[in-house]
């Protein structure tokens, strides 16, 4: 079962759902159509990513460092 999260993000939508051993998010945008160029309709819809609590918890803080100025180059 799938259960919808506040975001406080515009645009972006929150899902928790049940992973194959964990509890996951998955993060949803609206695709740019102006940039999609020749793609199947079934990817003409949303962006998104599926995360488990732990790659979830280490993407924050990158996007927590990115936010502040503190990102690092590789």
Do not use: Y
């Not at 515009?10 to 759902?17: S, Y």
């Amino acid at each position: 079962m799938a259960t919808d999260l506040k975001s406080h993000a515009r645009g972006v939508d929150l899902t928790r759902f049940a992973g194959e051993n964990e509890t996951c998010v998955q993060v949803s945008m609206k695709r740019d159509w102006s940039k999609l160029g020749e793609r199947p309709t079934s990817e003409k819809f949303f962006d998104h990513i599926q995360l488990t609590r732990s790659q979830a918890a280490a993407l924050a803080a990158d996007l927590q460092d990115f936010a502040q100025g503190r990102e690092r180059e590789e």
